[in-house]
């Protein structure tokens, strides 16, 4: 079974970020899990690897396949941060899939994400929720580790 090559977490909330690391790596799904805690840092983090601006031998850098971004954050806030990643190469971003991961329920806020062509899911995450986002992008289910 193929595991992605990387998983970026986007939440200001450290916990959440933490709970949600620890899941990812009992799944058992990526070859690298990196945290932020504000849409800045992910998009400067992503404008580098889009552009190559980095140390190829660096373990710190990898090209996601797959980011769960909160929407509400300090700095820079998912939806900020979204309008951004659309400026960057549509190549480096189609080999990514884009998952609002909120506490939010509002309607609007469920509209915006689909101008962005995102998914939209709700906290907690969970092992049936990655899986059904791997299932539908990846056409591949991937079992999770006990």
Known sequence: MRKLTGILLIDDDETTNFLNQRLLERMDVAENIRTFVNGKQAFDYLYNVGNNN???????YFQ??????????????GFEMLDLYERLNK????????VVLTTSNHPQDMQSVKKHAAEYL???????KVDALLKKYLDKEITTKN
């Not at 996601?64 to 806030?77: A, G, K, S, T, Y």
């Not at 190549?91 to 884009?98: A, E, G, L, V, Y």
């Open 54 to 60: 980095y140390e190829r031998s660096s373990k710190e």
């Open 64 to 77: 996601p396949e797959l980011i769960f971004l909160d929407i509400n954050m300090p700095v820079m806030d």
């Open 91 to 98: 190549s480096f971003r189609d080999k990514i899939i884009m």
């Open 122 to 128: 709700t906290k907690p995450l969970t092992a049936e």
